[in-house]
């Protein structure tokens, strides 16, 4: 560490912001598998593009099929998985992107760890809660009933407990709520707070 210097660079994380006339941040999902995190991040982030918007989806499945691939689900390396989606999540904000994550990030901690890596002021947590037996009746992958059997072990809300968030900036009723009531929601959130323009 004591041989590396960070490298800035002409172009700036505000000239970035000012050619896309809005700020970058990240909105981050947490929630169980089957909850809806990657159904509504991919709906609002749809959106965002349709509107003229600069944003990107980072996925769970996607990034451990990739860059995480080398990492397995205990403790230890599902914290690694978040602290390498962050640092990710936070290059990009640097170029003026707004960046949504749809990861389970089961542990309180390392949702904080999150949080402090990209900054409280860039980073917005959304809890989408739905009860796991919900989230058993979807199985759109198949895992629950894996998990069921023993066939998957540490698997969250099943064999790996599931930390839910105290104090997320947004709730979203997956169960109750429809895709599009759910984005609704979000945006709602995001231009009464600033994050995006209102007009």
């Known amino acids: 560490m004591n041989n590396l210097k960070y490298q800035s660079y002409e ?41 003229g918007y600069h944003s990107l989806v980072l996925d769970g499945d996607n990034t451990r099929m990739g860059i995480n691939k080398d990492l397995s689900f205990n403790k230890n390396d599902r914290s690694e998985n978040i602290r390498r989606v962050s640092e990710i999540a936070k290059l990009f904000i640097q170029n003026g992107q707004i960046v949504i994550t749809a990861f389970i990030s089961p542990f309180e901690k390392d949702r904080l760890h999150a949080k ?5 002021a860039d980073f917005i947590e959304v809890f989408i809660d739905c009860p796991l ?9 198949g895992l629950y009933k894996k998990a069921r059997r023993g066939e998957i072990e540490k698997f969250t809300g099943i064999s790996s407990p599931f930390e ?17 009531e759910s984005v609704n929601q979000i945006l709602q959130f995001l231009k009464s707070h600033k994050w995006l323009p209102t007009d």
């Not at 700036?12 to 896309?20: C, E, P, V």
């Open 11 to 51: 172009v700036a994380r505000k000239d970035y912001q000012d050619r896309n006339k809005h700020r970058s941040f990240v909105i981050w999902f947490t929630g169980l598998s089957g909850s809806g995190k990657s159904t509504i991040a991919n709906a609002l982030n749809s959106y965002l593009f349709q509107a």
């Open 116 to 120: 402090n890596n990209i900054g409280h």
């Open 133 to 141: 037996e919900e989230c058993e009746k979807r199985d759109v992958k």
């Open 164 to 180: 839910s968030p105290k104090n997320c900036d947004i709730r979203i009723e997956s169960q109750k709520q429809g895709i599009e």
